[in-house]
């Protein structure tokens, strides 16, 4: 199976240039045969990814040690989720992983495509074939997983315990699908430049997949936010660590595309600058492959860092400069009649919002590369931490959130003062109106009482929207309120599903409020039958036992958990001892409510006197961030959800002379 | 349409001026509080703790940093502690331990020198976009409010019944 999975790379390669070529040569001198024989290139391309794939999934379940990769990240005693985790652990299997996504999607855009938008399919083609090539010649030429060994060992070094989790098991994929499906907008813009076809066709055939890219970038955060607090043990989820920033980047050119872009729908306007944003989206996530595997800034995530820096910045250097080059040559028919009715409308809202996203991006990007600069400009190394990112993006994120109670109910082209009283009166008094209950309460942390104030502005303006046009069916059709909300959603899938994205948007800002402004800590150490006190409980150390398996030897601690004298709760952090490789983890216990988390780890252990170092913290309000990401997802699956004809909406009925839009 | 009043200059000027001064506080402001952060006397062990960056590769603050027996956080919280016996003030602790280990200890850039375009070139960045952005908008908006011409050319033409439903749109949802 080795020696058919390492052909397999090597032919895809072949097939991958020749696809390339096809459809180029196809599409410059008009031969449909060409094309067609490019894509059935492609086709053969993901075949043979997935065999490549498939031998190295054999190799690692059959622990086959004398293959350089399995030996290096995978053992006998490896769990069987974590056995298979192991094709994307390692440098050579996450590049091949990153190829079959990517030749995946390039099947599926081909399938969708075989009799529509033919004009761009060679383009499209060529260009995804394009990055296939590049990765399949990282895995080809630079890192092989098929590398065999000059001996066979009898065990395997096993896989990083840090990756030996749940959400890692899911967060690499997720994000991949992300960063690799950002290839297919950029793909059609590049074929819409190419073939000078700049209206929105181009746009609308890849509004799904934008939506597609942006949902598992949003899910790859989140699940590297959760593995994040619940492997590394420091009682956060986000250290703006340079591959999170890699991550969280090309989110925010995504989501900013998604909001400008129906502005082209709606105006034909912003033409130059959606292209920019999905150039710019796609370079972001080549940016952040970049940053993961070339090691040249050092991060907790960058298990895997090899020489491929180099390679990677070539790439994203010829992706620029052509894409970049095809923008600057297509500029006169990109050009668009830009108009406003007023400053005051939700085109111009949705302008800011874009500034905010792109700016937080350039921010969270000038903040990655700084240490670089300075080390070139004054030969001195610096950090950029969690200081920094939090003080320069926190005021921008705050107006984000502004921003995001602002656009959806400003109106279209000319916001009057009896729109802004009848749209705005509501969400800003009961915006004011919290903040100043809070401060009641006796909240005196000014930012958070600021975002909290924001958070029930933007709700408020959701709920009101919801209301309205609940009442607005109820009025025509006479339905009953459930039947009238669920129609309206129905019917208008891409409007309140943004809405609900909103909603949860605003329970993330919710939850990085709370364990930001109110967050407690007590490091301390113990012996069995101590008590402490934190966030209104009392903590009791009740001693910790041992365990023992080939794989893992456990420490696990017991504290009960009290409050007004009564136990309510134990929780059991632990400590676990890897034997391949020999490491020391923690695994902490969490007592999560709707208020917050009691997060505990379990630290230094004295055998001789029982005496443990335990790290407690009360994270206020954090659980609002995995269900806000619940809610983003629901929305994002309403938004991306396929119409029935009957249920589209709305429908333009022409009048002689004219064709039939549907939206 | 024809009857609208063009945005007068003054107001145009107003709105740029007031951009470029909301960039220039946040710029001024984050700086500020960075700067006031270090400079309090009576810093925490904590803040210090937060201040520097744990040198294990591990990309923490030494804070943060729960590594069982760490060789970097565990001797530099000690250092803290002794710092803070001497009875030195914040901005001295962290000029003490930059000096000994390099600036890169620091979790954060300083306000001074070369480090100050850290701070200051994304409010600057985005305080050049705003401003820009502004005028394009005020360009825009005048165009907008310009007589309607003949609608021609290509765009215009398959533009049309976007337009329509627009304006059906409008109609029916814009309060």
Redesign the interface.
């Known amino acids: 199976m080795v020696d058919v999975g390492a052909l397999a790379i090597a032919i895809a390669w072949v097939f991958a240039l020749y696809a390339v070529g096809m459809s180029l040569a196809g599409a410059y001198w008009r031969k449909r045969d060409f094309v067609a024989s490019g894509e059935n290139a492609s086709l053969a391309v993901w075949g043979l990814t997935c065999i490549a794939t498939a031998a190295l999934l054999h190799a690692l379940v059959t622990h086959d040690f004398n293959l350089e990769y399995v030996a290096h990240y995978s053992s006998t005693t490896l769990p069987i989720q974590y056995t298979i985790a192991a094709l994307w652990g390692g440098q050579a299997g996450s590049l091949l992983f990153w190829a079959l996504l990517l030749t995946s999607m390039t099947a599926v855009v081909l399938l969708q495509n075989r009799e529509t938008n033919r004009e761009f399919m060679p383009y499209v083609n060529a260009v995804l074939m394009t990055v296939a090539v590049f990765f399949l010649s990282m895995v080809l030429f630079i890192t092989p997983p098929f590398q065999r060994l000059a001996f066979t060992p009898a065990e395997g070094q096993d896989l990083n315990p840090l990756l030996q989790n749940y959400w890692m098991t899911i967060h690499p994929p997720a994000l991949y699908l992300g960063f690799v499906a950002c290839a297919v907008p950029f793909a059609f813009a590049v074929a819409a430049l190419v073939t000078g076809k700049l ?1 929105d066709v181009w746009i609308r055939s890849t509004r799904r997949w934008t939506l597609f890219a942006w949902f598992f970038l949003s899910m790859g955060n989140l699940f590297g936010a959760e593995w994040a607090y619940l492997v ?5 989820y986000w ?1 703006w ?1 340079p591959v999170e920033n890699a991550a969280f980047m090309p989110w925010l050119t995504c989501t900013a595309f998604l909001h400008s872009v129906m502005i082209q ?4 306007m912003l033409k130059v600058w959606n292209m920019v944003l999905v150039i710019l989206t796609f370079l972001l996530t080549i940016f952040g492959t970049f940053l993961t595997r070339s090691g040249v800034i ?3 995530h960058s298990f895997t860092q090899s020489g491929l820096g180099p390679f990677f910045m070539g790439f994203l250097a010829l992706m620029a400069v052509l894409s970049v080059g095809l923008v600057l040559w297509r500029l006169p028919l990109l050009k ?8 005051l409308s939700r085109e ?1 809202a949705f ?2 919002n874009n ?2 996203l ?2 937080i991006a ?2 969270v990007f ?2 990655t590369i ?2 670089v ?2 080390e070139a ?2 030969g ?9 990112f939090n ?2 993006n926190a ?2 994120g705050l107006i984000l959130l502004f921003l995001t109670g602002v656009g959806p109910v400003i ?3 000319r916001a009057s003062a ?2 802004l009283q ?2 705005f009166l509501l969400p800003v008094a009961v915006g004011f109106g919290a903040g100043l209950a809070l401060f009641a309460a006796g909240i005196r942390h000014y930012a958070a009482l600021l975002s909290f104030s924001l958070c029930a502005f933007v709700m408020v303006t959701v709920v009101v929207e919801f209301y309205r046009g609940v009442r607005a069916r109820q009025a025509m059709v006479g339905e009953n309120p459930f039947t009238a909300l669920v129609r309206l959603v129905g019917k208008n899938r891409r409007r309140y599903g943004g809405y609900i994205v909103h909603v949860g948007v605003v329970m993330m800002f919710l939850a990085i409020t709370g364990t930001s402004a109110f967050r407690e800590e007590k490091q301390i150490t113990v012996k069995p039958g101590d008590t402490f006190p934190l966030g209104g409980y009392t903590l009791r150390y009740d001693g910790a036992t041992g365990r023992d398996t080939p794989h893992i030897s456990y420490l696990v601690g017991t504290v009960a958990i009290l409050k007004d004298g009564k136990q309510i709760d134990t929780l059991y952090p632990e ?1 676990r001892f890897y034997k391949k490789p020999e490491q ?1 983890t ?1 695994e902490v216990a969490i007592r999560s409510t709707l208020g917050g988390d009691l997060y505990l ?1 379990l ?2 252990y004295d055998n001789a006197t029982s005496t443990a170092t335990i ?1 407690a913290y009360v994270n206020p309000l954090i659980g609002f961030l995995w269900w806000g990401g619940v809610v983003l997802a629901l929305g994002t699956v309403v938004t991306i959800w396929p119409a029935r004809v009957a249920a589209r909406g ?1 429908v ?1 009925v ?1 009048s002689r002379g ?4 549907r ?1 | 349409m024809s009857g609208r009043r063009p945005v007068p200059h003054s107001r145009r000027r107003a709105v740029l001026a007031a951009v470029a001064a909301l960039c220039a506080a946040l710029t001024t402001a984050v700086v500020a509080e960075h700067r006031s952060h270090a400079a309090e006397s009576t810093a925490s062990f904590q803040e210090l703790e937060e201040s520097l960056t744990c040198q294990c590769g591990c990309g923490l603050t030494v804070h943060s940093c729960n590594h069982l027996q760490c060789p970097s956080a565990l001797p530099l919280r000690d250092e803290i502690r002794a710092q803070m016996a001497l009875g030195k003030d914040k901005d001295t602790i962290l000029a003490y331990f930059a000096d000994k280990y390099g600036e890169k200890i620091l979790s954060s850039p300083t306000t001074s020198g070369f480090n100050v375009m850290a701070w200051v070139t994304p409010f600057l960045a985005l305080g050049i976009a705003a401003v820009l952005l502004t005028l394009m908008l005020a360009r825009w908006t005048r165009r907008g409010q310009a007589p309607p011409g003949p609608a021609s050319g290509p765009a215009a033409q398959a533009e049309s019944p976007y337009s329509k439903i627009l304006e059906k749109e409008l109609k029916e949802f814009d309060r």
Do not use: C, H
């Open positions: 209206g590394l043990g420091w009682g956060g250290a660590d729908e709606k105006k034909n050092s991060s907790v668009s009649e830009n108009q406003l009715d007023s400053m111009s302008l800011l500034l905010v792109v700016g350039f921010a000038w903040g700084f240490p600069i300075s400009v004054r001195v190394k610096i950090t950029v931490g969690p200081p920094f003080r320069v005021p921008l109106a279209w082209r009896r729109n009848k749209n400590k020391p923690t780890v630290g230094a790290q709305p333009y022409p004219e064709s039939v839009v939206e």
